[in-house]
């Protein structure tokens, strides 16, 4: 049987287990293989690039699907035997979201985005133009960062709130850990904790985009891309009425 070509279209998509996240996308699209419109268990491309260098000298990759490094002895021989550089997690089931609802937060007023109790974020926003009702209900949202001056790096056109960071998020608020938005030394893109990371404040931060896991905040933090999203809908009363 011959193998199903990967298909590359609009969406999101997040590993199902791990300490980082990559929710600062510099594209829209995600290639793999799709079972449906939504689900958990896409099989995504790895997307691979260089990340300097482990401890041993040896050059290693990070892999921003999968959020895992590549570049081992295993890892080199896989390659030599499939043709093909891929992480140790390439066949790992993954969340995703295909065709996300995309939100310009400053094409409306009045926004309010929460997460229920379900799990589903809810997304209720008046156009500006016009005064439509905008109504989402949706397990992942992406929202338009290209209009949003100044809160993150200017290469990200979109920020993927997955329901893995937005749960982490929640869990935070409610434990009352010490929250903020930890950029890359190296690239500059906001880090993002998950899992057992998300309850812990820490200095050191690994990154989600670039794989650099040198770079360290001034105080023990949870590091959230989310938490950046919320203090620019405070500045913004006018947009946001309430975000997250």
């Not at 980082?20 to 510099?26: Q, S």
């Not at 929640?170 to 030394?185: E, I, R």
């Not at 933090?221 to 997250?244: D, E, G, K, M, N």
């Amino acid at each position: 049987m011959r193998p199903v070509t990967p298909l590359t279209l609009p969406g999101m998509c997040w590993p199902l287990q791990a300490s980082t996240g990559h929710l600062g996308v510099t594209t829209t699209l995600i290639t793999g293989h799709f079972r449906a419109g939504a689900g958990q268990d896409a099989i995504v491309q790895c997307a691979l690039v260089p990340a300097g260098k482990f401890r041993n000298g040896a050059l290693r990759h990070w892999c921003r699907t999968h959020q895992h490094y590549w570049g081992t002895q295993a890892d080199l021989a896989d390659a030599q035997a499939t043709q093909q550089r891929r992480c140790r997690q390439h066949a790992s089931p993954m969340g995703y979201v295909l065709y996300p609802a995309l939100f310009d937060p400053m094409q409306c007023h009045a926004a309010t985005l929460r997460l229920d109790q379900d799990g589903m974020l809810q997304l209720r926003a008046r156009a500006d133009l016009g005064g439509a009702l905008l109504v989402r209900d949706a397990p992942a949202l992406a929202i338009d960062c290209r209009a949003l001056s100044g809160v993150f790096h200017p290469d990200i056109v979109q920020l993927n709130i997955t329901p893995p960071a937005a749960q982490a998020f929640a869990a935070a608020l409610q434990a009352g850990v010490p929250l903020d938005c930890s950029d890359c030394a190296r690239c500059g893109h906001p880090h993002l904790d998950l899992g057992s990371f998300a309850q812990a404040p820490h200095r050191r931060h690994t990154c989600g985009h670039c794989g650099h896991d040198a770079s360290h905040s001034a105080s023990a933090i949870v590091s959230t891309p989310l938490w950046r999203l919320r203090a620019f809908a405070l500045r913004h009363p006018q947009r946001f009425a309430q975000c997250l």
